[in-house]
């Protein structure tokens, strides 16, 4: 069984240096101890810098001798971290959890994590081979993503942030038919895949493409600098 006592004291202990540490804790909702809500700030000269991460934390009924089960619920573009479910790799959440260990620790060395992806030992393979053979690209695709999710709160919603990159865009290139059907050249298409899968509309992606002619890297700079 969860040892409730231990919890209280961790998110008690966890949160009365937020402002240093840059994590903090808090119930997920309700008054379930066992289902809690973390938070860690984007370390300063990475691309996550300035973004809000929450991630969410289940505890096993043996906790604290088996590892919390911890997952991101904010979106984010790394090697360790699934670009699809959040799901992440660190070895303290498997096998080398140990209960000296606290809920802060763990969420400390996700910031660290965030600040030195180990892309030899990835979550996301298409991230990690992104981060190995292109990593200025890699650079530019995970600021993209956390001004796009990590950085919500400032902007209201996703919504909101979407409309706001979609007027930002139509305001550089004529697309009055953006949204219309367009035939699909066979020559784009892995151009357009890699940039889709990097988290960009795919409409917008053909339009920064055919605007920076056909040229990828300079189709990207236009994209996150929209």
Request: aromatic share 10%.
């Amino acid at each position: 069984m969860v040892d409730f006592g231990r919890v209280q004291k961790e998110l008690v202990d966890c949160n009365k240096d937020r402002e240093v540490s840059g994590v903090s804790i808090e119930l997920h909702g309700g008054d379930d101890l066992s289902h809690l809500l973390g938070t860690i700030f984007g370390p300063i000269s990475t691309p996550y810098e300035g973004g809000t991460f929450q991630i969410d934390i289940r505890l096993p009924a043996g906790y604290p001798f088996e590892p919390p089960k911890m997952q991101f619920k904010t979106k984010v573009w790394h090697p360790n971290i699934s670009s699809q479910n959040g799901a992440i790799c660190l070895d303290i959440l498997k096998d080398q959890w140990s209960p000296a260990l606290t809920l802060k620790t763990a969420l400390v060395s996700l910031q660290a994590l965030l600040s030195a992806p180990e892309p030899d030992d990835p979550q996301d393979a298409v991230v990690a081979q992104q981060y190995l053979r292109d990593h200025s690209t890699f650079v530019s695709t995970a600021r993209y993503w956390t001004e796009t999710f990590a950085k919500r709160a400032s902007v209201g919603t996703e919504e909101k942030v979407f409309s706001f990159f979609f007027f930002n865009l139509i305001t550089r290139y004529d697309t009055s038919d953006i949204i219309a059907k367009q035939p699909r050249n066979p020559i784009l298409m892995p151009q357009v895949q890699k940039l889709v899968e990097m988290g960009f509309p795919e409409g917008l992606v053909r339009r920064a493409l055919e605007s920076a002619g056909n040229d990828e890297n300079l189709a990207l700079e236009k994209l996150c600098s929209s």
